[in-house]
């Protein structure tokens, strides 16, 4: 199959803090397996974190956006055959973010579930930036400046992936055919992998910087990230009892243990029906902790050699600019602000 022939993936996580396992299995690990059959398009979302304040005052942004570069690489994304880059890097981004959030309706913005969770958490009336509010319509640029064909997201940004088709839609109306309209991918199992301390709550990056024994990230120490898994919430029963309906802590460690060990709900109703808790968790723990031993070795690897990484980010960026600058272009002419 020609490079040509291949359907266009575009995807990125935001830089608001170390990324966990609900990252990697909702996201990351999918553009792994999937970059031999899609052509990847795949960025570190830094502009995004300016919408959440606290993720960023007296934190070194550009080294965490860095580190979260070196942790794709690490996780096994090829930069050869994916194209991968810093948002702020590629600058077409924030000049058809303003193109897409003249065309947004204010009220397609606040309906948005995020923006009404993380606006209440940030108290909207104190004066919380208008970025919040118009994330989608940068996230619609992001999307639509690479003309993909699939955007695969963990299910809490399904929302976002929608509004981007109305707002490319409603683009194309409103100016002439511009935008390809993307189809949503989300993952059959893990979608959604909730927190270990609170498994109806989604694991999710700010959380982890709040309450430890959340998440799983990435780069924690192997001990530590042990020690969360074997507290991991439950309930008041002693083990796993597939006759009745698992509590959704049960339910998590499960979908973690099969989405890191590729195996189906069957399969682990075999091997731990009846079986205690306890054993359930050093199960998960072990694959979990083998997998971020391989991801945080290739990792140091990766972050020692500046040089490679500096002229990773540099090449990135520039064969992302090389499609994004085209369509920005295009988008420019389809507004009349060029000819
Ligand atoms: N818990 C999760 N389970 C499965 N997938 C997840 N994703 C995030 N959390 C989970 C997926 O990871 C990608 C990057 O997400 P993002 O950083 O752009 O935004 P997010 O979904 O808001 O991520 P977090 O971790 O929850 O961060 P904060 O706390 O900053 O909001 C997406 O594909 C997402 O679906």
Not at 19 to 36: E, F, K, M, R, T
Not at 162 to 184: H, L, Q, S, W, Y
Not at 294 to 318: C, P, V, Y
Not at 321 to 335: D, E, G, M, N
């Amino acid at each position: 199959m020609t490079s040509q022939a291949k359907k266009r993936v575009l995807s990125g996580i935001t830089a608001t803090g170390s990324l966990h396992i609900g990252n990697y299995i909702g996201a990351i690990s999918q553009w792994v397996d999937n970059q031999a059959e899609y052509e990847n398009f795949l960025f570190v979302a830094d502009l995004h974190a300016l919408t959440i304040p606290e993720a960023i005052v007296g934190k070194n942004l550009r080294a965490r956006v860095e580190e979260i570069f070196a942790l794709y690489l690490a996780c096994g994304i090829d930069p050869e055959r994916s194209t991968l880059f810093v948002q702020s890097d590629v600058v077409e981004h924030a000049e058809l973010g303003w193109l897409m959030t003249c065309v947004t309706p204010v009220s397609w913005l606040e309906r948005m579930t995020q923006f009404k969770t993380k606006g209440k958490v940030a108290d909207v009336d104190s004066g919380v930036g208008a970025g919040l509010l118009c994330y989608p319509s940068l996230q619609a640029a992001d999307i639509l400046l690479y003309d993909p064909d699939l955007v695969p997201v963990g299910e809490d940004q399904k929302q976002h992936v929608e509004i981007t088709r109305d707002i490319a839609k409603r683009f194309n109306a409103m100016f002439g055919e511009t935008f390809k309209v993307p189809d949503v991918v989300i993952r059959q199992s893990g979608g959604r992998i909730m927190g270990l301390d609170d498994p109806t709550a989604k694991m999710s990056k700010s959380t982890a910087e709040r309450s430890p024994g959340h998440a799983i990230g990435l780069l924690d120490p192997l001990d530590k990230s042990r020690k969360a898994i074997m507290r991991a919430v439950t309930d008041s029963n002693s083990g796993v009892d597939f006759s009745n309906e698992l509590a959704p802590g049960v339910t998590n460690l499960l979908t973690i243990f099969e989405c890191f060990t590729a195996t189906t709900r069957e399969q682990s109703r075999e091997q731990f029906d009846g079986a205690g808790y306890g054993t359930l968790k050093s199960a998960v723990a072990d694959v979990v902790t083998d997998k971020l031993a391989e991801i945080q070795s290739r990792f140091h690897d990766i972050a020692d050699d500046r040089d490679t990484l500096n002229k990773q980010l540099a090449r990135g960026a520039e064969r992302a600019r090389a499609i994004a600058s085209t369509k920005l272009a295009q988008a420019y002419r389809a507004t009349g602000l060029r000819q």
